[in-house]
């Protein structure tokens, strides 16, 4: 009898049957929740070079933003809010997951120029991160020499030990090591006391939020060089079929309004790509 996703009991969650499946070999996770904020892009100034109708038409969109952002910000500052809203950057491409609203909150907090509630928060959410991937993970590291100092404990706050942790797990994704522990330099310099962080307030906590974005877009990205998509899939992204079973692609994380890629994934028929 041919075995299809349509019998398994949990569907494309009942992973312990994938092997018996008639299809198995053609068949790819595909994540396709996602979020990211590309408004920057649209409050840049028209180049010179551009053809007069893709200037008007980005003047408009441009006129479009503001006028979205002053309804949300309101009019007083909103200069201050746009300039904001430029220095910081597009938000990157990122699964849904546990970080994505509090992540939207300490930019919307830089924005409104609240720059020490942004730079405290994109120094916690960085700690709050790193303490999820050890937490939701170390079940499937038992055998590893770290297991015995992390597997009792709830909560993490050294960031070199769990950052060391995570690398030697091959968890963190090349740069993003590096990343934490510049996040987590700022964090040691804001959030413990320095006189100097009432001078430096606005640059550190757009550099927070920089830091903390580039951790997301290299760790949680949808668009990008993570090594466990398939290559050259333009439009859409599908598990390579060696990392299916990968602690963190597989592990879920969810909060009550969101999901990552152990609860929103579709197992989506992929030809052409059945060795990958």
């Not at 996770?29 to 070079?49: C, I, K």
Request: aromatic share 12%; with cysteine.
């Amino acid at each position: 009898m041919r075995k299809t996703i349509a019998d398994l009991t949990r569907g494309i969650y009942d992973h312990g049957a994938h092997a018996d499946l008639a299809d198995r070999g053609y068949r790819r996770y595909h994540p396709f929740s996602f979020d990211f904020d590309s408004t920057p892009l649209n409050l840049a100034e028209a180049q010179e070079h551009w053809d007069e109708l893709v200037k008007q038409n980005h003047r408009e969109n441009r006129a479009q933003a503001v006028k979205r952002l002053e309804q949300r910000y309101g009019s007083t500052d909103i200069e201050s809010v746009v300039k904001n809203v430029t220095d910081l950057g597009s938000k990157s491409m990122s699964l849904l997951a546990y970080h994505n609203q509090f992540h939207e909150q300490a930019r919307r907090s830089f924005v409104a120029g609240l720059y020490y509630p942004a730079l405290v928060a994109a120094c916690a959410l960085g700690e709050r991160i790193l303490n999820h991937l050890v937490l939701d993970l170390r079940d499937s590291f038992k055998s590893s020499e770290h297991y015995r100092k992390v597997y009792r404990k709830e909560s993490f706050d050294n960031w070199m030990f769990v950052i060391t942790v995570l690398t030697d797990w091959k968890v963190l994704i090349d740069g993003v090591g590096s990343e934490f522990l510049m996040l987590g330099e700022l964090r040691n310099r804001s959030i413990h006391f320095d006189p100097d962080t009432y001078h430096s307030l606005r640059e550190d906590a757009l550099a927070a939020l920089q830091r903390l974005n580039a951790i997301i877009a290299k760790q949680f990205g949808y668009f990008g060089l993570q090594p466990w998509y398939i290559d050259n899939t333009p439009g859409a992204q599908f598990v390579k079929r060696a990392f299916e079973d990968v602690p963190f692609v597989r592990a879920p994380r969810v909060t009550s309004n969101s999901s990552g890629y152990g609860q929103s994934n579709s197992s989506t028929r992929e030809a052409g790509h059945g060795d990958c």
